[in-house]
């Protein structure tokens, strides 16, 4: 009895220090939270000009250069995310995510081509075993499904020479 109140005595002042550590952490770290914002904006400075911030916060991001980055590169240099962000919005604005050289309907006409595709693949995984040939003796008679031709669809042979995403094909 003796010892399970020990170890509940340990188990106690092990919780008790990890919550010490916690809230430690916590109260002495910048980077978490609401003071996100504003080390962006003071990375930002630094990145466009270093001697523009305090020299803790350039000895501080001046580590961050020394790191290996996330491309594989030994050296790899950040650059500022502002003008990046800048022309995505420009780019928003003025539409130019938009491809202008295909036209709506051509968008219609592949959407409805894909859809097709994807309901001719959900009926090979459904009515494929019906049309599989499984007697090998030949009892009974081969019926022919019409869901699983491509011209149920509409689907000519010029569609299925091209290629089409079926990521969303579960």
């Not at 609401?34 to 350039?58: C, D, K, M, Q, T």
């Not at 995505?88 to 081509?113: L, M, T």
């Not at 097709?116 to 494929?128: K, N, P």
């Amino acid at each position: 009895m003796f010892n399970s109140i020990s170890s509940w005595g340990d188990v106690f002042k092990k919780q008790f220090f990890i919550m010490i550590s916690n809230k430690e952490s916590l109260s002495t770290s910048y980077l978490y939270g609401s003071n996100a914002p504003y080390i962006e904006e003071l990375y930002e400075s630094y990145l466009g000009n270093p001697s523009s911030v305090s020299n803790s916060w350039r000895k501080y991001f001046d580590k961050l250069q020394h790191i290996p980055a996330t491309d594989g590169k030994e050296y790899t240099y950040d650059q500022s995310h502002s003008p990046i962000i800048k022309a995505f919005v420009e780019r928003g604005r003025s539409n130019a995510f938009f491809n202008k050289s295909v036209s709506i309907e051509s968008n219609s006409s592949i959407a409805s081509k894909q859809n097709c595709i994807q309901r001719l693949i959900t009926a090979y995984r459904t009515l494929g075993t019906f049309w599989a040939n499984l007697d090998p003796l030949e009892r009974q008679e081969h019926r022919e499904i019409p869901e699983l031709d491509p011209a149920f669809y509409g689907l000519t042979e010029s569609d299925l020479d091209q290629d089409y995403s079926i990521k969303n094909t579960y």
